[in-house]
């Protein structure tokens, strides 16, 4: 985390989010750094899985772009693109699993598109990949199936089955017990500080948040844009800000 | 005191002083939810009876206060202060205190009203119809369009269509409908063969009902119910099934896996209904030209083999080729509009709901239509 400080992965320029003409935040520029493990805080409805969506591709900014690695998300080059999302891998707060297929499917799915693996082969993958999330021997399980936080766990798989050097999440830890989210947290350090992927992750968890976290940028509904970033122990101590100093308080702020 | 059925209110007033100037009113007792109004009555009978100079309202007696009663103390306050009149609230318990406290009195002011939009003149609201049919039209096409190229272009990579998929389509609407579709046809043909007997056969025309319903059953009763049937066990099935997914972000998991939704969800199931309704169709026919023979054999005395025969002299080769055309038509129709439904889902459950619904309903509807220009086409292409 020392020398690649200075290689940003991602880079967010004057990002612009507009709903109609209800503007959610407007000009949000950040960086995230390689091998880091940045998470985006806010307040409920400050735009922070619509920033996620912006960064993944998704929706599209009003204005301003999103470079990974260089390439902007939205490039209309579809070789380009390609290579662009093979390198990014998702988690999404619903898990997102394709209900028709099993586990292993599931997995299979992104090796199958973007490999010419054998069967045989993409198999091993599999297996290996449901292992590294603790989920070994549930390959024929469909999703319906599973509890909410086994499902959580195999959407990490499928995110992880191309060993993509960017994953995003999306509340990882929504709708889990505390040791159940623990373990999520554990499971992304681990990931984190073994392969070196880097990682976005959109939560509200204040213990994650501690746990997890290299960096934060923190968005803000009613100055609809960032409020603050850096080393959230460093902002809790020294942050002047009270937006900021409540939020990693938990205090209520003045009623607006 | 009137009796009435609602419990007898459980507080007291007691007023202390003289009419117009300093008055104590003590209350008492409960001051619950079901007393509210009540209370609030008692309370403006008691103001414009005394007309007090000045009014201390002790509430040491209060045994029990809920938010309601709560709300009643803070309305008495703010109607004395509407009045110009010193008022005062003593005694307050530290319970009472409390649960004071939990009612913000500026949400009580009701909130400014929302401007409403002007109601529509009736012309205005024809056009804006007409417009939102028309956008929706338009969107159809272009969804429609998109798959047809889709469909084009997969044709040249064969190799990429989901046929696990497609396989699976072509069971769901083609294997699995077979028993509906077979039945109702058979009765649909002995009903149409019954009905024109009736007629026919005063005419001494019995073998023509063979006729009509062969041109009925092969031109327009097959393709359109089994278009219909589908659309219900299919069409709506599909829009459901992908609304589900954009529901649950699946389809977004997918764009992210750089896949089109488009050729990965929609190409495998409307090319299994394009595939699988044809045959349906002919199996419809089928079944309908077998009800009519039950009734030529049975009720007008026929027998099966000039039945046969005489379906075959009404019916030719371009007759059926150009209404399985049709149907594979019916089909694209069904499943397209099916597909476009569920990607338009956005929100939750009673959005896939409602786009169950209209997948089912633009279906049948562009279905007629549909059969109309084909009718009329297929009349001046002979
Ligand atoms: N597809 C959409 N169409 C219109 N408005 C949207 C859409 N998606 C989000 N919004 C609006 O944008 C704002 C931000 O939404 P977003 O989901 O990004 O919030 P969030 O920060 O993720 O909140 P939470 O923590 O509750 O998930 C909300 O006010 C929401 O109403
Ligand atoms: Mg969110």
Redesign the interface.
Known sequence: MTSSDKNPIIVVENLTARFGDRTIFTNVSFQVNEGEVLVILGGSGCGKSTLMKQMIGLYRPASGRVLIKGVDINTPDEVQLRQLRMQIGVLFQSSALFGSMTLGENVALPLGEYTDLSPASIDLLVRMKLAMVNLTGSAELLPSELSGGMKKRAGLARAMALDPSILFFDEPSAGLDPITSAELDNLIKTINSSLGTTMVIVTHELESIFDIAHRVVMLDKTAKGLIAEGDPHYLREHSTDPRVVNFFQRRVGELK | MPTTSRPKPDYAFQIEGQKREKIILSISGRLVLEHLEHLESEYAAFLTEMRPAELTVDVSQVEYLDSAGALALIQMEDQAKAQNLPFQLVNLTDAARRIMALVDRQALQPSPPVPKPRPWKALEQVGAVSLSVLNDFVQVLTFLGGLLIALAQSFRHPGKIRWGDTLFYMKRAGVDGLPIVGLISLLLGLIIAFMSSLQLKQFGANIYVASLLAIAMVKELGPIMTAILVAGRSGSAFAAEIG??MV???V??L?????DPLKFLALPKVLATMLVVPVLTLYADFFGLIGGMIVGVVGLDLTVFSYISQTQKSLNLFDLLSSLVKSAVFALLIAGIGCQRGFQVRGGAEAVGSATTSAVVAAIFLIIVTDSAFAIVLHYLR
């Not at chain 2, 764009?255 to 896949?259: K, L, N």
């Open positions: 589900t997914m649950n972000e699946e977004d998991a764009i992210i896996m750089g896949f």
